[in-house]
């Protein structure tokens, strides 16, 4: 991303959790000890600069609301807003979404109004309208967004009757046989179709590299949580 934002995607790599939660794992909704999951968000923000003080979290619920971060910290325990997007336009305030076959997006509003938005994006939220949302939310036609690492239409395959939803509404390219859905592609159009012009992708299936990512529908629910973390840098002190 250019100037003045920063944003990056973690692995399952560089924590300090164990077992089939190893070891960067981000979720507290699992069954991984409390301490190292905030160990590991420590870790993470710690990465790009930022502050777990200052930084937000969104209790993620698979639908379409998009909120402004509360910079209350995510290096204790708390009740996080219900959302699946954070933006920003405060220096330094970072957001955190997390993930497990879903797709984390970052989407930046350029220009002299800088803000930054991480969206949580599954098949429901696509769907629901969460990526149009987060561009309406910015306001803005001057956006250009990253989509990170989830599941691929490798190993996505869904029911008929979600692969006809996004068939119709996507493209009929979306879904190859066996109703194995594209859901990065769906996504990429979703931003276009919002008139982002800048659009990329990490072409990375959480599902197939079991060493670098968790996957929910690999590891069959029982799985740690890697994240997208975004804010906006302060250029004025380099």
């Known amino acids: ?18 077992g089939r939660y190893s070891s960067l794992n981000l979720g507290l909704s699992t069954d991984d ?18 502050d777990p003080t200052r930084a937000s979290m969104c209790r993620q619920v698979h639908g379409t609301a998009i909120t402004r971060a509360d910079a209350a910290g995510i290096h204790e325990p708390r009740g996080h807003p219900e959302s699946d997007g954070l933006w920003t336009d405060r220096v330094g305030e970072a957001v955190v979404v997390l993930s497990a076959d879903c797709l984390p997006i970052a989407l930046c509003r350029l220009g002299e109004r800088p ?19 987060a561009v309406d939310t910015l306001g803005s036609d001057d956006i250009v967004a990253v989509i990170g690492p989830g599941i691929g239409r490798c190993c996505y395959e869904t029911g008929a009757d979600i692969a006809l939803q996004f068939s119709e509404r996507f493209g009929h390219d979306v879904v190859t046989n ?24 990490i072409e990375r299936c959480t599902s197939c590299e079991d060493r670098l990512f968790f996957s929910h529908r690999r590891d069959n629910g029982v799985t740690g949580r890697q994240g997208l973390v975004a804010l906006i840098e302060d250029v004025s002190a380099a």
């Not at 592609?185 to 931003?191: G, V």
């Open 1 to 18: 991303m250019p100037a003045p934002f920063r944003v990056e995607f973690s692995t399952r790599i560089g924590g300090v959790s164990n």
């Open 33 to 50: 000890t409390e301490s190292a999951v905030l160990e590991n968000r420590m870790r993470l923000l710690h990465s790009i600069g930022g």
């Open 115 to 133: 803000a930054v938005a991480a969206v949580h994006a599954g098949w429901r939220g696509i769907v629901g309208g969460v990526i149009e949302a």
């Open 178 to 201: 066996g109703n194995r859905l594209d859901l990065a592609l769906c996504a990429r159009r979703a931003l276009e179709h919002a008139a982002v012009q800048i659009v990329d992708t």
